[in-house]
């Protein structure tokens, strides 16, 4: 499972792998914080999750869940554009692996 923040496909991913050597009920969890005033924003990524492995990706604005996606989506990138409250924690989580 990768993930991808960017606009023009360049800076930083997360790769978490789902198959072997992990098992049932493994996680992991991406968190940053973002400051501001409370008010709404967007928050664009993208996400590649292709296999038979993939579990489910969530996202979390603060304790309100904003996306969430599970199962295998094909072997290309897709982008997700959700909407974030300015003074929360932003989770990716959990990313389940099932086998």
């Not at 996680?27 to 924003?41: D, H, M, R, T």
């Not at 489910?56 to 997700?80: C, D, E, I």
Request: net charge neutral; glycine share 10%.
């Amino acid at each position: 499972m990768f993930f991808f923040f960017s606009l023009l496909f360049t800076g930083y991913y997360m790769y978490i792998e789902t198959s072997s050597p992990r098992v049932a009920g493994d996680n992991a969890k991406l968190e940053f914080s973002v400051s501001g005033n409370g008010k709404l924003s967007c928050l664009e990524f993208y996400y590649h999750m292709y296999g038979d492995s993939m579990g489910t990706l969530k996202v979390y604005s603060g304790n309100l869940l904003v996306f969430s996606t599970s199962g295998n989506h094909g072997n290309h990138w897709k982008k997700a554009v959700v909407t974030i409250h300015l003074d929360n924690i932003v989770s990716f989580n959990p990313f389940h692996a099932y086998m």
